[in-house]
């Protein structure tokens, strides 16, 4: 059973860091596309970032040059450094993965954590 484990949520103070984790257990294949989506209180999912397995990244304009994306993929993990944190980026935080498992006769399928809190907030 494949499974995407996030860790690295927190409270932090304005202008500060945090750096997100999600690690992809399970009959994995191959990873292809990885990524962070976001949700506030009474707001929508929206996308943070993205990365494909050949490392091309893309951003929500709220969070360039702010926030990273970046992958092991002998690890299956995917990474979100936060920094110049804001309290609008107060959220929960979700890893997304397309993932090719073995279980699943090497289908790519979409998959998702959990979710870690995320609260900037002095």
């Known amino acids: 059973q494949v499974q995407l484990a996030e860790s690295g949520g927190g409270l932090v103070q304005p202008g500060g860091s945090l750096r997100l984790s999600c690690a992809a257990s399970g009959s994995i294949f191959r990873a292809y596309a990885m990524g962070w989506y976001r949700q506030a209180p009474g707001q929508q999912r929206e996308l943070v970032a993205e990365?494909?397995?050949?490392?091309?990244?893309d951003y929500a304009d709220s969070v360039k040059g702010r926030f990273t994306i970046s992958r092991d993929n002998a690890k299956n993990t995917v990474y979100l450094q936060m920094n110049s944190l804001k309290p609008e980026d107060t959220a929960v935080y979700y890893c997304?993965?397309?993932?090719?498992?073995?279980?699943?006769?090497?289908?790519?399928?979409?998959?998702w954590g959990q979710g870690t809190q995320v609260t900037v907030s002095s």
């Open positions: 997304r993965a397309h993932l090719a498992t073995i279980d699943n006769d090497y289908r790519s399928l979409l998959y």
């Open positions: 990365i494909t397995s050949g490392t091309r990244t």
